[in-house]
């Protein structure tokens, strides 16, 4: 039997590519985004705790109220609006879900997103499935920066979103005051909303500051923010992220949400509302990470690698123009099969073809794997300029 593709164009991410190679050649993993240390035994033992005590049942739709609730605090120290735990807050089967469901909510047939590239590999596809149009505009230049002029140009009459992400996966870049201000100026009198992907927010670099939506009263009536429990708590795997939102369009989401997971973990959902009480936890993610951004850097300072560092996420992109010519996509296939790293081209996260020579590393890894990983890049450049054939 035969069905007709809602995504003809789709095949297997390159992120499960690009890990499955790292296993078929015994390669280290620096392309999928998760690190390779556990998380806080503490936090474990509270997920026991709540599974001991019986708590394995379904959650409440939206989530346990002591969940909401703590989020609700967490957000207004941190920028200063109070969002509604029993009306505005929704907690998902992680981030990638919640974008799905934030889309499938807001975007009809025809409909047209903006879309900033090089774009996490989830939007294009979930626009397509609501039936949408998207509308990709490059970041431009090394520092990956916003070309708010493009932005008017491209905004039509059919825009019913722009989707923002900062830290920016897999840039590294950041959004700033100024993009913000701008940003406002744009959507002022139109009805688009912003689905700010946010959840990188506590692993920024240099003293930057994250510019949450939530901190601009502006936008927030008009905004879906994403945010993850995996990325602040080393917990990928168990795929839990939440969502704030104005309660009108909390309303429309938690309709999709309720068809497509109905509600997520029980006992990780306590287990967490427990744990976000350590605020430590997550402030002090920010230089952890820059810690191992910094060490792998400066393993490469003095090669033929450009690295701009990392404003935010755990990811860091490399320029090998300097020494190949090769496409991204064979210079990754190159490094996985001959010299055992793994990374992720950046070409597959735009939607036209791309010819700049970066590639994009995860350096949520220990000490000791940086270092290995750094050494087999050094070695490639040696080879190339020993006459390898690259």
């Known amino acids: 039997m035969k069905i007709e593709s809602k995504l003809p164009n789709v095949g297997t991410s390159i992120f499960a590519t690009m890990s499955q190679m790292a296993r078929d050649y015994s390669a280290i993993n620096l392309s999928q985004g998760f690190p390779d240390f556990n998380c806080d035994k503490e936090l474990i033992d509270l997920v026991h705790k709540y599974q001991i005590e019986g708590q394995n049942q379904y959650a409440p739709m939206p989530g ?6 703590i989020i609700s605090q967490k957000i207004f120290k941190l920028y200063g609006e109070r969002y509604n735990p029993d009306t505005e807050i929704t907690i998902t089967a992680g981030a990638t879900q919640a974008l799905f469901t934030a889309i499938l909510a807001s975007v009809g047939v025809g409909d047209e997103v903006i879309v900033f590239e090089p774009a996490y590999d989830s939007y294009i596809p979930a626009i397509i499935m609501a039936g949408g149009v998207p509308i990709p505009i490059e970041l431009k230049g ?7 002029d493009e932005v008017k140009q491209k905004i039509s009459s059919r825009t019913i979103m722009i989707i923002i ?35 990188y927010e506590h692993i920024i670099f240099d003293n930057h500051k994250h510019c949450s939506v939530a901190l601009y009263k502006n936008l927030i009536s008009k905004s879906i923010l994403v945010f993850s429990f995996g990325k602040t708590y080393h917990t990928t795997g168990w795929k839990m992220g939440y969502v704030l939102a104005p309660e009108n369009l909390t ?14 973990n029980t006992p990780i959902q306590y287990a967490y509302s427990d744990y976000m009480n350590i605020e430590e936890k997550y402030h002090s993610l920010g230089k952890f990470y820059e810690a191992k951004r910094d060490y792998f850097n400066n393993q490469l300072f003095n090669s033929d690698f450009k690295i701009v560092p990392s404003k935010g996420t755990y990811f860091q992109l490399l320029d090998y123009s300097e020494f190949s010519d090769l496409h991204d996509f ?14 992720i081209p950046l070409s597959p996260f735009y939607t036209n073809k791309n010819e700049r020579k970066l590639i994009r590393i995860c350096f949520a890894k220990s000490e000791e794997v940086l270092y290995n990983s750094a050494q087999k890049l050094l070695t490639l450049v040696k080879k190339v300029y020993d006459g390898f054939n690259l």
Not at 142 to 148: G, K, V
Request: proline letters at 4%; charged letters at 30%.
């Open 251 to 264: 309303k429309e989401f938690r309709k999709v949400h309720q068809f497509n997971v109905f509600s997520v």
């Open 165 to 199: 992400n900062s830290p920016h996966n897999p840039s590294g870049s950041i959004i700033t005051e100024q993009d913000i201000k701008i940003l406002e100026e744009i959507i002022s009198n139109r009805d688009i909303l912003i689905l700010s992907d946010e959840v």
């Open 64 to 69: 346990i109220p002591k969940l909401r609730e």
């Open 330 to 343: 064979d210079f990754a296939m190159k490094l996985v099969k001959e010299f055992g790293i793994a990374v």
């Open 142 to 148: 090394d520092d990956f920066y916003f070309d708010w």
